[in-house]
């Protein structure tokens, strides 16, 4: 069976106030044509599908159309799940008229795991489909108090597959979040913390031998294309680049092939923008210099760093006359000054998580110490605020 792994597509995405809704769609564009030639049996969207709880029209549109033209022009069916970004209701909207065609679409997480058996020349080929849910989710779902963190969340969720599955058959796991093993994994500034709980001391992460049964399982969360433990594990990676953390990142498709006895067989088809997201430096003189620019293209998006000493007027302008997508701009003589990056937040303040924000706005604003009581109920309010947010 041909499967196309894929995830974090963040339809409707700003970066740095520029929609990438028509970069999406030129991919988007592709794909389509891609899976005309390639014909898969399947593709798997493994969460974060749309960036925002409440994606614009634009985004909302782009997703209908390419739904429509793979699943009703194309006749390949789509499993997709709900990612941390997504709200689970809104993504599930409407799903139960569009599965007699072929688009099955999991939300929220069900008790009875959503089981989707597709069939190939040797036989079925059973995807659970489990979206992004929360701990306290999973411990209501099953009802059970035993359940704290992702990992004890996880390990219930594979439980209750054990009960439904046929261990002989071949079984791919459809999920998005945060899947280590011994290995370190390739991050991007994109994966923000999953859990208020994981700032004070906790931890998001799943065990990958939770999945050790499983024939293939097709992971959503992390941007960067990559296995985790063995090949049988993988992150399909974003559909584009989301931040210039990512710069250095190859992103793929992940065609994967799951032969008669369960074995699998990668092959990543690399995808090529319509504006790459790149950092370039020098002078302004240099940057602006045809010799320099004229074999790359001027429509990437880009963050400039310019090693300038002395003042320049309208550097930004001037700049975008020839590249007139700069997202960023800094002085590489400031930031040699400044060190890291600082604001009232303290130095590192973009890997923070929002608790930590608030904690250390707390101290330096009182003087105080921010205890474990006033951790918890903050906790608790950053907690509901983004269940609400997600519509939860
Ligand atoms: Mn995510």
Redesign the pocket.
């Known amino acids: 069976m041909k499967i196309i792994h894929t995830g974090?597509w963040h339809i409707g995405k700003i970066v740095n106030q520029v929609y990438m809704t028509l970069d999406q769609e030129y991919i988007l564009n592709w794909l389509v044509e891609f899976i005309k030639d390639e014909r898969p049996d399947v593709l798997v969207i493994a969460?974060?599908v749309y960036d925002r709880a409440v994606p614009p029209v634009e985004a909302v549109e782009l997703l209908d159309r390419f739904f429509s033209q793979v699943v009703l022009d194309l006749k390949v069916p789509v499993l997709v799940i709900a990612?941390?970004?997504d709200s689970p209701d809104r993504l599930g909207f409407g799903s139960g008229i569009l599965e007699a065609k072929g688009l099955y679409i999991e939300g929220r997480l069900r008790k009875d795991i959503r089981k989707i058996t597709l069939k190939d020349e040797h036989g079925p080929v059973n995807f659970f489909l489990v979206p992004?849910s929360t701990p306290a989710v999973v411990r209501d779902v099953f009802g059970r108090d035993d359940i704290h963190d992702h990992n004890s969340a996880m390990q219930a969720i594979i439980e209750a597959i054990y009960e439904i599955w046929d261990s002989d058959e071949r079984n791919v796991l459809v999920t998005?979040g945060f899947v280590t093993g011994s290995e370190a994994l390739e991050l991007s500034e994109s994966?923000k913390p999953l859990s208020f709980t994981a700032s004070i001391g906790g931890v998001d992460n799943v065990d990958v031998n939770l999945f050790a049964e499983f024939s293939y399982t097709a992971l959503?969360?992390l941007h960067g294309p990559q296995k985790v433990g063995s090949s049988r594990v993988r992150y399909a990676g974003s559909l584009l680049k989301y931040s210039f953390s990512e710069v250095t990142q190859k992103k793929s498709f992940t065609v994967v092939t799951l032969e008669a006895d369960g074995t699998v067989n990668l092959d990543l088809k690399e995808i090529s923008p319509r504006r790459d997201m790149r950092r370039i430096k020098g002078t302004l003189k240099e940057l602006l210099n045809p010799s320099v620019y004229k074999e790359s293209n001027v429509e990437d998006y880009l963050h400039v760093t310019l090693s300038d000493e002395g003042g320049l007027i309208e550097p930004m302008s001037r700049l975008r006359t020839v590249y007139p997508n700069v997202l960023a701009l800094d002085f590489e003589i400031k930031e040699r000054i400044a060190g890291e990056a600082k604001t009232a937040a303290g130095t590192g303040y973009k890997s923070k998580s929002k608790l930590e924000l608030f904690r250390d706005f707390y101290c330096d604003i009182t003087g105080k110490e921010f205890n474990s009581e006033k951790a918890a109920i903050l906790a608790k309010v950053i907690g509901t605020v983004e269940a609400e947010e997600r519509g939860l």
């Open positions: 974090d969460g974060d990612g941390n970004h992004y998005h994966e959503g969360h």
